[in-house]
């Protein structure tokens, strides 16, 4: 899974841009490197755009262990862009079991909307 993960402190966000193959390990190693990261603030909103994603290598328990053990603090916005049935399926499960966390969660056809949102 390569991902573009850029940290913008001057709009306190973080993008992560997903090409190929959706990977659950590979999730979890982008958030160790992400975390080790000095720019990294928790309180930051985040934009995750699914549109490079090719197929998808993820079962509905990795999900579930991935929103409930988000780095990003409670009250985090996060904006998922997800143009396919399968992402935003991905994407609506995540938005589920993040709820108990308190961060708000909202799925977008286009980062245009998801910017926007995010603002």
């Known amino acids: 899974m390569?991902?573009?993960?850029?940290?913008?402190?001057?709009?306190?966000r973080v993008t992560v841009a997903v090409h190929g193959v959706l990977?659950?390990?590979?999730?979890?190693?982008a958030r160790w490197s992400?975390?080790?990261?000095?720019?990294?603030?928790?309180?930051?909103?985040?934009?995750?755009?699914?549109?490079g994603v090719t197929q998808?290598?993820?079962?509905?328990?990795?999900?579930e262990q991935l929103a409930r053990t988000s780095?990003?603090?409670?009250?985090?916005r996060v904006a998922i862009v997800?143009?396919?049935?399968?992402?935003?399926a991905l994407s609506r499960m995540y938005r589920m079991f993040s709820?108990?966390?308190?961060?708000?969660?909202?799925?977008?056809q286009s980062a245009e909307e998801a910017e926007r949102w995010l603002l």
């Not at 573009?4 to 306190?12: E, G, K, L, M, T």
């Not at 990977?23 to 190693?29: G, P, T």
């Open 2 to 12: 390569p991902a573009d993960v850029v940290i913008d402190q001057a709009r306190h």
């Open 23 to 29: 990977r659950a390990d590979d999730i979890r190693q």
């Open 34 to 51: 992400l975390a080790a990261d000095s720019a990294f603030d928790p309180a930051f909103g985040q934009l995750i755009d699914l549109t």
């Open 56 to 63: 998808v290598l993820v079962s509905a328990g990795d999900v």
């Open 71 to 76: 780095m990003f603090g409670n009250a985090t």
């Open 82 to 88: 997800a143009p396919t049935p399968l992402t935003s």
């Open 99 to 108: 709820q108990p966390s308190g961060r708000t969660v909202e799925i977008f």
